[in-house]
């Protein structure tokens, strides 16, 4: 009877989960493929469908270009963050222990995680103007400070699962570090390696706030801002709005159903030590 009922609530729960999960997606997809005249209600599924929305959305909210400094500001995250993050956790960890430091490092990581971005934001906008770092160029180098902390302190619980051993060997073969990390350290790191890479992804191509704050010329915003265009002062064209909200999610959706199991395991990666 207890297996029957375990059966029973988990059944409930997944089916809860999945409505919860799926109810937001179908609105907005059913919302983006209608016409005007057909909102009265909302969770109805269109009587005529318009495809068209897609395109007028391209147009309006010059998709190609957003696109594509949406797309450089994620690139550039990306490159340098993978291997930066990666190499500051490594002599972190392998040197915390000796060095005060590398400690002291460590727990100032820790404490720049908890600090709200709402406290540093007049800061942030005054030093990033009187640096010219209110481009592309310059909230790309933001993101990848701003994600410095979160991502090495993910590269850490997983270098310290790394058997020290490894890096011993390599080095009475004659390795130096920086020839160990790259030959004998950072191919074991591949799972936290594909999560803080999507992570970041998701975090820089979603990110609302710091454009929003920074990006004042028109021709470099992303993706994100350009959504305002549907709002006038008096209206609001949701089916246009829905449609682009559609296009702009499409990349995430995609990388996130492909990519999940590496998000699972990198983040259980060096959480239990052996």
């Not at 720049?112 to 990033?128: D, E, R, T």
């Not at 990390?181 to 992804?201: M, R």
């Not at 305002?228 to 559609?246: G, I």
């Given at each position: 009877?207890?297996n029957?009922?375990?059966?029973?609530?988990?059944?409930?729960l997944m089916?809860?989960?999945i409505?919860?999960i799926?109810?937001?997606?179908?609105?907005v997809?059913?919302?983006?493929?209608?016409?005007?005249?057909?909102?009265?209600?909302?969770l109805s599924f269109?009587?005529?469908?318009r495809?068209e929305n897609?395109?007028?959305a391209w147009?309006?909210?010059?998709?190609p270009?957003?696109?594509?400094?949406?797309?450089?500001?994620?690139?550039?995250n990306l490159?340098?963050?993978?291997?930066l993050?990666s190499?500051?956790a490594y002599?972190?960890?392998?040197?915390r222990?000796k060095?005060k430091?590398?400690?002291y490092?460590?727990?100032?990581?820790l404490?720049?995680?908890f600090?709200p971005?709402?406290v540093i934001?007049l800061?942030?906008?005054?030093?990033?103007?009187r640096?010219n770092?209110?481009?592309i160029?310059g909230?790309?180098?933001?993101?990848?400070i701003?994600?410095?902390?979160?991502?090495?302190?993910?590269?850490?619980?997983?270098?310290?699962?790394?058997p020290?051993s490894?890096?011993?060997?390599?080095m009475?073969?004659?390795?130096g570090?920086?020839?160990?990390?790259?030959i004998?350290?950072?191919?074991?790191?591949?799972p936290?390696?594909a999560?803080?890479?999507?992570l970041?992804?998701?975090?820089?191509?979603n990110d609302?706030?710091?454009?929003l704050?920074?990006?004042?010329?028109e021709s470099?915003?992303?993706l994100q801002?350009?959504?305002?265009?549907?709002?006038?002062?008096f209206?609001?064209d949701?089916?246009?709005?829905f449609?682009?909200?559609?296009?702009v999610?499409?990349?995430?959706?995609?990388?996130?159903v492909?990519?999940?199991?590496?998000?699972?395991?990198?983040?259980?990666?060096g959480?239990?030590?052996?």
């Amino acid at each position: 009877m207890t297996n029957k009922r375990n059966w029973l609530v988990s059944a409930l729960l997944m089916l809860g989960v999945i409505i919860f999960i799926l109810t937001p997606l179908y609105m907005v997809f059913v919302i983006a493929i209608k016409d005007p005249s057909d909102m009265v209600n909302v969770l109805s599924f269109p009587k005529q469908i318009r495809l068209e929305n897609f395109v007028d959305a391209w147009v309006k909210t010059d998709f190609p270009r957003k696109f594509a400094n949406t797309a450089i500001i994620t690139i550039i995250n990306l490159i340098f963050t993978l291997p930066l993050t990666s190499f500051t956790a490594y002599a972190i960890v392998r040197n915390r222990d000796k060095s005060k430091f590398f400690k002291y490092v460590y727990y100032y990581f820790l404490s720049a995680m908890f600090i709200p971005f709402s406290v540093i934001m007049l800061p942030l906008v005054i030093q990033a103007s009187r640096f010219n770092l209110d481009n592309i160029w310059g909230i790309s180098f933001l993101y990848i400070i701003f994600g410095l902390p979160m991502n090495c302190f993910l590269y850490s619980g997983a270098i310290k699962s790394l058997p020290i051993s490894l890096e011993e060997a390599a080095m009475i073969d004659g390795a130096g570090v920086l020839q160990t990390f790259c030959i004998v350290v950072y191919p074991l790191l591949k799972p936290i390696t594909a999560t803080v890479a999507i992570l970041s992804f998701m975090w820089t191509w979603n990110d609302f706030t710091m454009p929003l704050i920074l990006l004042t010329d028109e021709s470099q915003q992303t993706l994100q801002l350009a959504q305002y265009v549907f709002k006038s002062q008096f209206s609001v064209d949701y089916n246009l709005a829905f449609a682009s909200y559609t296009m702009v999610l499409a990349p995430v959706l995609i990388v996130y159903v492909f990519a999940q199991k590496f998000i699972m395991s990198g983040v259980v990666s060096g959480s239990v030590k052996e």
